[in-house]
């Protein structure tokens, strides 16, 4: 019997097809012999739509959530830009109009005037209390307009005058 294949008997593969399987087994072929579908969705390079959509919202909310930080930082830096040139106007204003007990009232006190940077500056003088006559309130404002809202930095200040009439 020999020579002879018959169906029942185990038979050395051939060369040739023992090549094509080495062929097949190799790590970078893109078809397996076992299960040929997995291995091409395993083996090919990139995202999925669902991957690339996530990454997309994920880029968005947060770019929209750095801007608005940026923007509201902008915003607090323009504000206290106003504010710091709000007490150098009234600190240039006080040494012009000195707030000094020995003057009389009516020349502490200074009318609205708008200075040449658009700001306005003006110190008001009233009675604190009837009660206590001799006790006033220095108001001292400096006004701009910012953003279409008009803002004022304020100070106020107890000047104890005693008139001489009173004595």
């Not at 770019?63 to 607090?76: D, E, F, N, P």
């Not at 830009?81 to 007990?101: D, G, K």
């Not at 003057?103 to 502490?108: C, G, K, Q, R, V």
Request: glycine share 6%; charged share 25%; proline share 4%.
């Amino acid at each position: 019997m020999t020579g002879l294949t018959g169906l029942t008997g185990w038979q050395r593969p051939s060369a040739a097809a023992r090549a094509i399987r080495r062929c097949l087994a190799e790590p970078g072929n893109p078809v397996h012999p076992v299960n040929p579908v997995k291995t091409r969705r395993l083996n090919r390079a990139g995202f999925s739509l669902i991957e690339v959509v996530f990454a997309a919202a994920i880029l968005g909310v947060s770019l929209g959530v750095l801007l608005t930080a940026a923007s509201k930082c902008l915003l607090v830096l323009s504000i206290a830009t106003h504010y710091q040139e709000a007490q150098l106007v009234r600190s240039q204003a006080e040494v012009e109009y000195p707030l000094i007990v020995t003057n009389e009232l009516e020349e502490l006190e200074v009318t609205l005037m708008t200075l040449d940077n658009g700001m306005t500056f003006e110190r008001v003088v009233e009675e604190e209390d009837e009660d206590e006559d001799d006790l006033y309130v220095v108001t001292t404002r400096v006004g701009w307009s910012a953003r279409g809202a008009d803002r004022v930095d304020e100070v106020v200040q107890y000047v104890y005058h005693e008139d001489e009439d009173d004595e």
